[in-house]
């Protein structure tokens, strides 16, 4: 299995963050990146919240959380020319270096791989946002 890490994205990382955005099958709802300067602009402003995903060392996607109307939202974007658990292995360590909860995520009711690949991580499906279908990683117990 490849090793999966999460890095600051720097300048360097953005040619090959932003093609594997664009070629993810993601829909980032509440993000529009029409194009490389959107993208630039967004990863600017975002600054820390927003890492590189990588695999064995090369950038494969991107992944944020977020403050969205009030919520902390996941949002993960990895080339489908990664290995078959990057995402996975992304979405986890995400949440584990995000402590606040709950965590949601949008998504499109046709992505199955997302809904498998947040399922296994321990969201459930929370309701609707417009046609996307909404996930919550709820707080746990201790």
Same mark, same amino acid.
């Given at each position: 299995?490849?090793?999966?890490?999460?890095? /600051?994205?720097?300048?360097?990382?953005?040619?090959?963050?932003?093609? *594997?955005?664009?070629?993810? =099958? @993601?829909?980032?709802?509440?993000?529009g990146?029409?194009? +490389?300067?959107?993208?630039?602009?967004?990863?600017?402003?975002?600054? /820390?919240?927003? +890492? *590189?995903?990588?695999? /064995?060392?090369?950038?494969?996607?991107?992944?944020?959380?977020?403050?969205?109307?009030?919520? +902390?939202?996941?949002?993960? *974007?990895? @080339?489908?020319?990664?290995? &078959?658990?990057?995402?996975?292995?992304?979405?986890?360590?995400?949440?584990?270096h995000?402590?606040?909860?709950?965590?949601?995520?949008?998504? @499109?009711?046709?992505? &199955?791989?997302?809904? =498998?690949?947040?399922?296994?991580?321990?969201?459930?499906?929370?309701?609707?946002?417009? *046609?996307?279908?909404?996930?919550?990683?709820?707080?746990?117990?201790?």
């Amino acid at each position: 299995m490849a090793h999966i890490d999460l890095r /600051d994205l720097t300048t360097d990382d953005r040619d090959a963050a932003y093609t *594997a955005f664009r070629a993810s =099958a @993601s829909s980032w709802p509440h993000v529009g990146l029409d194009d +490389r300067a959107a993208f630039d602009a967004w990863a600017d402003v975002h600054g /820390d919240d927003v +890492r *590189a995903v990588a695999e /064995d060392g090369l950038v494969v996607g991107v992944a944020a959380v977020l403050d969205v109307a009030g919520d +902390r939202e996941i949002l993960i *974007a990895v @080339s489908p020319d990664a290995g &078959d658990d990057a995402a996975t292995e992304a979405l986890r360590l995400l949440t584990v270096h995000e402590a606040e909860r709950p965590l949601y995520a949008c998504i @499109s009711p046709d992505d &199955d791989p997302s809904h =498998a690949m947040l399922a296994r991580i321990g969201f459930v499906e929370h309701g609707r946002d417009g *046609a996307d279908i909404v996930y919550v990683l709820p707080p746990t117990l201790e």
